[in-house]
């Protein structure tokens, strides 16, 4: 507290005390004076931070004030105050001791005696209490330590109003133990000081956790008490899955045991930690012996009982994940749950539900003789229950015993958890009140049965006096309690207050201390017992001999036992004793009743499948076949192909349109409805629909395998066993059949209009079976009795599920493949913990697919979010063998599997080599045929039933046997599919033997049904799978979404329903990969052939500016300096073709996207790179060579014009000086006539020397004697023969002559064969690509050069090579003497009119009128700056920047229209053009696409330039930018020259070109006649120079935006329309049958191939006698067993099937759609009349379906053809 708080004036009592008084009173004030009474002080209020204190008057009149000290330890301070006030000490330390010390002090400032006194100030309550810890039986508690001098604190702790334990402690916390489970507690603390005094007490109040409450918590299980763990939940993977991380902590155990459960490995019981399994003895103690220690040393680990684990995670767990724990726990041979203990409620549970899944199969001793066996649910099974009990602590383990009665002596197994198990000895928690059940059946060995007849054995853990209500149970189920005891109450109220139907059993230990025979027999004789129904275990009775006796009363009562209740009858029971059953749940009760609706009306299950799912029958197999039969076209004989082919989808119509007169049935519309409804109610019906479905199958299954045993007795019934086998293969009825229904039904209604009000109905179906996919059900990818793909129904529903995952969409793919019934299912089942059905009698048919969640964790490291997981039935199945294609089915389905899969597992039985055999062909041929598409799966073969640890190093020799089986089966592949390149399996794949086979033990531990399954078996597939989701994690792609899964799906599909896999596989994703690299090579194509076109613009530049003033170069010569820019060429193309190489490495090296589809074209690309580099490189050279000629001879021109200027300028200078000596001033007119006359007379002197002349015609003669040279004799005999001169003259026409080709032409005539495939190229586009080269270097207007004929035979030999074509010599020669004659005369007219310009007579007189000028400047000393600085502009800059601007705008041009969509490739400019062709509607157009191909595609493209640039400001952009950069160039090249010395204004003039001489081609015609008569000044020129470039500036710009594009066109160097059309035409090579240009990337691919053929018929083919258009389309040709015949197969029949043998480098897939050529079926059908009459033929008979065919539908299957969105 402030001392200065409270205090107060003083009065001014020392005036007062010093005034005079009277003597009465002199004596009185006095004594005032001289003494001061102490104060009476007394304590008013203690309070916490206060105390108060009163003070007594004084009875003197003097006044007095008080003054309070005060003081602890800690703290000091002080108050004044008036004489009797009271006074109130704030700020004060609770519960401390404080002094006080109280004085009066007089007016006069004297001071009475201190008044002391001490008082603690109250203390506080302890403040901040959190209680921490909580458990079943423990808190703690922990607070503040409160302000004070406390000495302790006191903690009490209550429970319903009376104290439970109170604690004193002088620390801040306190613990408390052994607490109840689940009460509330009150909590009190209070702080007691030193004198005793204790604070009020502060208080909170807490709930000890239940011991579940507890368990939860130490298992990280509590948030899945209310929000139950689900089955996805449980399967999926993350990083525990794929790890050997041992428990480490107790929340890792429950996850421990999930983990081992499910891939049913019977340790999964075995929890035991790291940690607790270390030891606790100290070793670091010494050697010598403690025994103490060793005898008292606790097992101090707080290992968990198993048994509190297992119901713990029941508690937790849905109804379905109890359900799949309960069956797979039976696989185990573990006891399940029979009665679930909730210790919320003190209510437990009868868990019907979660046992209603398991089947079991025994043989009873009826059937020991037929071999026959009993298989039926468990739950109905009418078997009868014997339960084990006890009644208080027993020193005999009953579950022990249990484990000892039911297992063979040879094969102990631990069914139930007892005492000496691991973690059996830790105390329950929780799991007192378990009832478990498991059960003994018979496998018909008598010797090996310990009991004859099925038994059920129940066993109650604790002690029946807690849980009487189970005990009751089990007495009103069970044929006979057995009750385990050490003690028995002779009153023994509970054993004899139950309403008693089971017999009764006492089994004692008479070793026990509480033994005691006397409350037996008490016992006994109260329940009436006999002496049969007592058990002791005797000293004399060892164990075996006490198991013995026990089982033979156990066998007694079930030979002949009162009471049987199956398990699902005990409900009612339960309900009874208030037993509460898991099947209660309204939505399990709601899933039962409508599954029950549907499944109850099943009595024959053909019948059944007729009526209520009528439309996966005989419609669908029809329509299977019809299917397949258009792909395949085996019965088309001699019919139309495309007529037979539209009656095929007629007759498909039919069947659809009979699917949709089938109203939906009762059945489905029942089904439909159940499965839209919520998740839960969907899934409880499902799983009883498939449970009611599998029982009906059961049955119906057990009675036909009696009625085929007793038929196969009689040979005579041969006919009869065939039907009852059919019935056995058709008697499966299952879930999986009304998805199909629904499947078809879906189907269907898309054959309806899309308004139809059925269609819109059923449209929501797709989404939910992808739904139910996300759920955790299977989807059927393939139906196994119809061997087919209901491939819509399928798409439809991936697209949904994509739609509910995404973005989340990536997977991989995992899938079986395997003979039948070798366990793969099973393979699946254990590895991923899933449900695939493997019933006895339930062999998968077809292939479902499954979706297994990835923990978020781990997503980004595999790539992908769920694992698809895929089963199929077996190959070399009996149903199947005895069809003649069950090869090819088998081959259908694996190569569809392996092409859906990442990984593919071949599970292989290892006991019949002949089926190995047979499945390894099966497989490689999928692989091979994935190899050859571009997939990349990977395989791991999987052998069965290998029992023997060192079977790895056994079976070395079988692993080389393997692989030489695999290579031999490779080979034979390799040639059914004409792969012949395949020598071995690592041909195909990657495969090690020592890393590709896993060995796996036998399914089973034992004899079945009692034996458990192999630990050993499911150890070593959980090695398999981490192998498996290791190589998964290493896959290349990361692309594999599911919508691409679903259009792998649906290409393999189509390309297996061909014979043909490889040749017929077409697939969007490698077509979108495979456009993708054309795409990206195309660019760098484009990139590489525009740095060129710069570098060569630049070097010709160079070249035409060498030996002028502007030239840079320090080299002289010629002919070094155009070695120098060669050898800079190959550098740059050196470069060019290294980055674009390594583009395409590092292109094929990334993850994303599907490069790795289309690795196989690598090759073809680098060579089409190389190529391109040579093409490049020889167009280089020839340019620079031509423009280093032309300048040699432009040397001479300009040295003789210099000399001719020089002798006129010095002419003119004599004249001035002569008319200036006249002294008289001259006028103009004057000036004019003197300079006329001096003209005339210096060009009389002067001798002009004409042009050196090349004879063009000898020159280019000689080039085409070299070029044919090699042809032979008769080549040079031809050329010989005419003069070129006479050659070329009119058009071309070819005549062959000699008797065998006529006869060949007249044979063709007879047959009206038309010769297609290898048609003699037509001359024109040959002459017409030719004349587009010699326009192009009239364009350039320089001299002819010899480089121009070379490059003109270049193109007609690669042009003629192109075409393919073995050409006589004849017309090869003729077409050259045609060609280079019209192109001779060209260069001889382009030689003269360069000589015309160039002649130098001629050149000085159109300068006459500039040198007459400027002699008048000179003569009259005008200004010659301004004038002189415009004529550089115009004459020399301008023409120069112009020539630069075009020069740069083809290729601008070029790129800007490659970036359209229909320039990216050449797949992409089909689809245009035909897309324009279909908008327009013109006949012609088709006419001119179909018969002058490239004619016409040069049009379109001129066109689309033309189209795209008509708006000016497309090019003004690119003409600005270049027009900037050359103003730039030049004002940058002024300022240097600035910067240099130069002695007059010539030597500025030639800093400023050369500073420009590799940028600008300045004219030296130009240049020369500016610098003749120049006496500008420099400095002024440079100032009207600069003005003059920024003047030329606008002009340029403004000549730019008035010249029309079609004259830019004319002026530039790179013309796009060619580039255009090299680009999208490439190889130029057509389709052999139908004239498609081929669309194949890069300059040399392997094969050509085209997106969309078309009706021959449009190819001008006709039938040979009736003259009628063809309309078989190639694509459906190539797959029929028709033939045909050409020049090609010297006119001999040929099968179209076999194509490749006469045009190999041809690939014609087939019409994988077949709707693909729509499009020219529409034109075809719209035009025919008019392509007949073009063609001189007549109309095609047109197929009905072709008719039908919408212009919509054309342009929609142009759009799939091409990819075009």
């Known amino acids: 507290m402030d001392d200065s708080e409270g205090e107060e004036d003083f009065f001014d009592a020392q005036d007062s005390l010093l005034k005079p008084h009277s003597d009465e009173g002199d004596s009185s004030a006095s004594l005032q004076a001289d003494y001061v009474p102490p104060p009476e002080v007394t304590v008013l209020h203690v309070g916490s931070e206060t105390v108060s204190l009163e003070f007594e008057s004084s009875s003197s009149s003097v006044r007095y004030k008080l003054h309070v000290d005060y003081s602890c330890n800690t703290q000091r301070g002080s108050v004044d105050t008036d004489d009797s006030d009271s006074v109130e000490i704030k700020g004060l330390n609770p519960g401390t001791e404080y002094t006080f010390n109280i004085k009066r002090i007089s007016e006069n400032g004297t001071e009475s005696k201190a008044t002391s006194l001490s008082v603690f100030t109250e203390p506080v309550f302890p403040t901040g209490i959190t209680v921490s810890n909580i458990t079943s039986e423990s808190l703690s508690l922990q607070w503040d330590p409160p302000a004070g001098e406390v000495e302790s604190c006191i903690v009490t702790c209550c429970s319903g109003g009376e104290t439970v334990e109170e604690k004193t402690t002088n620390t801040n916390r306190v613990t408390f133990s052994s607490l109840k489970p689940g009460v509330s507690y009150s909590l009190h603390v209070s702080a007691k000081l030193r004198n005793r005094t204790t ?147 003190e209510q437990c549970t009868l868990m019907l539900w979660a046992m209603r899944d398991i089947v079991k199969k025994y043989r009873p001793p009826a059937l020991s003789q037929s071999k026959g066996f009993i298989e039926e649910k468990i739950v109905d099974s009418q078997v009868p229950m014997i339960s084990f009990v006890r009644l208080g602590d027993c020193s005999l383990s009953k579950s022990e015993i249990l484990n000892k009665l039911l297992s063979n002596s040879q094969q102990y197994h631990d069914t139930f958890v007892h005492h000496n198990m691991e973690g059996g000895d830790s105390p329950k928690r929780i799991s007192n009140g378990l009832t478990e059940i498991t059960w003994y059946l018979p496998g018909g060995n008598r010797n090996m049965n310990h009991f004859n007849q099925p038994v059920a054995v129940a066993n109650l853990h604790g002690d029946i006096a807690s849980f009487e209500t189970q005990y009751s149970f089990l007495c009103q189920t069970s044929a006979a309690v057995f009750l385990f005891f050490d003690h028995l109450d002779s009153e023994c109220k509970i054993l004899s207050n139950q309403n008693q139907k089971a017999q009764i059993f006492l089994v004692g230990n008479s070793e026990s201390k509480n033994f005691s025979s006397n409350a037996l027999k008490s016992v006994a004789t109260k329940l009436g017992l006999t002496k049969n129904n007592i058990i002791i275990k005797t000293k004399e009775k060892n164990d075996a001999d006490f198991i013995k006796y026990l089982r033979k009363k156990v066998s007694d009562v079930i030979e002949n036992p009162q009471i049987k209740v199956p398990i699902a009858n005990m409900a009612d029971i339960a309900h009874e004793l208030g037993i509460l059953v898991d099947e209660d749940c309204p939505e399990c009760q709601a899933g039962k009743k409508s599954a029950d609706a549907i499944t109850e009306e099943i009595q024959d299950l053909r019948q059944y499948k007729e009526q209520q799912l009528p439309l996966q029958g005989q419609i669908w197999k029809e329509l299977t076949g019809l299917e397949k039969e258009e792909f395949r076209l085996h019965k088309v004989g001699s019919k139309n192909i495309e007529i037979y082919k539209s009656d095929l989808q007629e007759q498909k119509k039919k069947l659809r349109k009979k699917q949709n007169s089938f109203n939906l049935s009762p059945a489905m519309t029942c089904f439909i409805n159940e499965i839209s409804r919520p998740e839960i109610e969907r899934c409880y019906f499902l799983k009883w629909m498939r449970m009611n479905l599998d029982n009906i199958s059961r049955l119906k299954l057990s009675a036909l395998r009696e009625l085929y045993k007793e038929k196969c007795k009689d040979s005579a019934n041969k006919d009869e066993v065939k039907e009852i086998d059919r019935q056995l293969s058709n008697s499966s009825l299952g879930t999986e059949h009304f998805f199909r229904e629904m499947g078809q039904i879906y189907e269907a209604s898309l054959s309806l209009p899309e308004k139809h009000a059925s269609r819109k109905k059923l449209q929501h179906l797709p989404k939910l079976c992808g739904q139910l996919l996300l759920d955790g059900f299977p989807l059927e990818l393939v139906d196994g009795d119809a061997s087919n793909i209901p491939l819509r129904w399928v798409s439809d ?276 990969a495979y456009i993708k690299l054309c795409t990206e090579f195309n660019r760098w194509e484009w990139e590489f052939k525009k740095a060129m076109y710069s570098w060569i613009s630049n070097a010709e530049t160079k070249i035409s500016n060498f030996g002028t003033v502007a030239a840079k170069s320090q080299i002289s010569d010629m002919e070094e300096f155009l070695t120098q820019l060669k050898h800079e060429a190959t550098t740059e193309l050196s470069k060019w073709e290294k980055k674009l190489l390594d583009n395409l490495e590092e292109y094929f090296k990334q993850r994303d996207g599907h490069a790795y589809l289309v690795e196989g074209h690598k090759e073809e690309f680098k060579n089409s790179a190389k190529s391109l580099r040579r093409e490049l490189e020889n167009s280089v050279v020839n340019q620079l060579t031509a423009a280093a000629d032309i300048r040699r001879g432009m040397k001479e021109v300009e040295n003789i014009k210099e000399n001719h200027t020089k002798e006129i300028e010095k002419a003119v200078s004599e004249l001035i000086t002569e008319c200036r000596k006249k002294n008289v001033q001259m006028t103009d007119g004057e000036l004019e006539k003197e300079f006329d006359k001096m003209w005339s007379e210096t060009l009389r002197k002067m001798s002009f020397s004409e042009l050196q002349r090349i004879d063009v015609f000898t020159d280019v003669s000689h080039y085409l004697r070299e070029n044919v040279k090699n042809k032979g004799s008769h080549a040079c005999e031809i050329l010989s023969g005419k003069s070129l001169e006479k050659c070329g003259l009119a058009a071309f026409k070819y005549k062959p002559e000699g008797w065998g080709e006529t006869v060949k032409n007249k044979f063709k005539g007879w047959f009206n064969l038309q010769d297609p495939v290898k048609p003699r190229p037509k001359g024109a586009d040959i002459i017409a690509a030719c004349q587009d080269s010699v326009t192009n270097k009239k364009k350039r207007k320089t001299n002819y050069h010899n480089t121009y004929i070379q490059e003109i035979l270049r193109i007609i030999d690669e042009m003629l090579k192109k075409a393919d074509v073995n050409t006589d010599i004849e017309f090869e020669v003729s077409l050259k003497q045609h060609i280079c004659a019209d192109a001779a005369r060209n260069f001889q007219r382009m030689q003269e009119d360069f000589i015309q310009a160039n002649d130098p007579k001629i050149l000085l007189d159109k300068n006459k009128k500039k040198f007459c000028a400027d002699f008048k400047d000179v003569f009259h000393k005008r200004d010659q700056c301004q004038k002189k600085a415009e004529e550089f502009t115009e004459q020399c800059l301008k023409p120069a920047v112009e020539d630069f601007v075009y020069r740069c705008l083809g290729p601008n041009i070029t790129e800007e229209m490659m970036r359209s969509k229909a320039f990216s490739t050449r797949t992409s400019f089909q689809g245009s053009v035909l897309l324009d062709l279909l908008s327009k509607e013109d006949f012609n157009s088709y006419l001119s696409f179909t018969s002058k191909y490239e004619d016409y595609v040069k049009t379109w493209i001129l066109e689309q330039i033309k189209e795209h640039f008509s708006d000016a400001s497309k090019t003004s952009g690119y003409e600005e930018q270049h027009l900037k950069l050359s103003i730039k160039n030049i004002k940058d090249a002024m300022e240097k020259a600035k910067s240099e010395t130069s002695a007059d204004l010539k030597t500025f003039v030639e800093h400023i070109c050369k500073e420009l001489g590799d940028k600008l081609v300045i004219s030296q015609d130009a240049l020369g006649a500016f610098m003749i008569l120049n006496n500008a000044d420099q400095e002024q020129f440079a100032g009207w120079l600069t003005e003059s470039v920024e003047k030329m500036e606008e002009t340029l710009k403004k000549k730019f935006k008035d010249t029309t594009f079609e004259r830019k066109l004319e002026h530039l160097c790179v013309n796009p329309q060619t580039e255009l059309f090299n680009r999208v035409v490439g190889c130029g090579k057509q389709c052999p049958f139908c004239q498609v240009p081929c669309e194949a990337g890069g300059g040399k691919h392997k094969d050509h191939f085209a997106s969309l053929h078309r009706p021959r018929g449009l190819g001008r083919y006709r039938w040979e006698r009736s003259e009628i258009l063809v309309t078989d389309i190639c694509t459906s040709a190539v797959i029929s067993e028709n033939a045909f015949r050409c020049s090609a197969t010297k006119y001999e029949w040929h099968p179209y099937k076999s194509y490749r043998e006469i045009f190999p480098d041809w690939h014609i897939p087939p019409d994988g759609s077949l709707e693909a050529s729509d499009f020219w079926k529409y034109v075809m059908y719209k035009y025919n009349r008019d392509f007949a009459e073009a063609y001189k033929a007549k109309p095609a008979d047109i197929p009905r379906s072709w008719k039908k065919i919408t212009k919509k539908q054309a342009e929609t299957s142009l759009k799939n053809s091409f990819n075009i969105s």
């Open 199 to 345: 604070s009020t007490s502060a208080s909170i109040t807490v709930k000890t956790k239940t011991k579940l409450e507890s368990l939860l918590e130490d298992l990280g299980l509590t948030p899945y008490y209310r929000e139950k763990l689900t089955l996805s939940k449980i399967l999926e993977i993350d990083e525990k899955t794929i790890t050997d991380v041992p428990v480490k902590s107790k929340s890792d155990l429950p996850w421990y045991f999930l983990k081992k459960l499910m891939m049913v490995n019977v340790t999964a019981r075995n929890m035991k930690g790291s940690s607790t399994c270390e030891s606790t003895y100290d070793d670091s103690s010494g050697t010598e012996l403690d025994f103490s220690d060793i005898l008292d040393s606790p097992n101090t680990d707080d290992t968990l009982n198993p048994l509190d684990i297992i119901t713990a995670l029941f508690l937790c767990s849905d109804a379905f994940v109890q359900q799949e724990m309960a069956l797979k726990m039976s696989m185990c041979q573990f006891a399940v749950p029979l009665l679930l203990p909730s210790f919320n409620t």
């Open 797 to 1072: 529903v991936l697209t949904q599920l994509n739609l509910l995952v995404s973005p989340k969409n990536k997977i991989r793919v995992v899938t079986v493949l395997g003979v039948q019934s070798t366990g793969k299912s099973t393979l699946l089942n254990t590895m991923f913990g899933v449900q695939f059905a493997v019933s006895s009698g339930r062999c998968t048919r077809g292939a479902f697919m499954l979706l297994i969640r990835l923990n978020e964790e781990i997503k980004g490291e595999f790539g992908c979010d769920f694992m698809v997981i895929i089963d199929t039935e077996g190959l070399k199945s009996p149903e199947l063998a005895q069809l003649d294609n069950s090869y090819q089915h088998d081959n259908e389905l694996a190569t569809l599997v392996v092409g859906l899969s990442d990984i593919t597992i071949i599970n292989i039985a290892m006991e019949n080599s002949t089926e190995m055999k047979d499945i390894l062909q099966i497989v490689v041929h999928a692989f091979l045929r994935m190899k050859e598409v571009g997939k990349k799966p990977k395989c791991q073969f999987v052998h069965q039933n290998v029992p023997d640890v060192s079977a790895h190093e056994k079976n070395l020799r079988d692993r080389k046997l393997l692989l030489e089986q695999l290579n031999e089966m490779t080979q034979a592949a390799a040639k059914m599919e004409k792969r012949e390149e395949n020598k071995s399996f690592t041909d195909v794949i990657k495969y090690s033997p020592d890393t590709g086979n896993c060995y796996v033990p036998g399914l089973w531990n034992g004899n079945p049904p009692m034996a458990p399954v192999n630990e050993g078996y499911s150890e070593t597939l959980y090695e398999l799978k981490k192998n498996i989701i290791q190589q998964l994690r290493e896959c290349v792609s990361s692309d594999n979404h599911l919508l691409g899964f679903k259009e792998w799906m649906t290409s393999l599909w189509k390309a297996v329903k061909h014979e043909n896999f490889i040749f017929s596989f077409r697939n969007s994703l490698v077509a979108d």
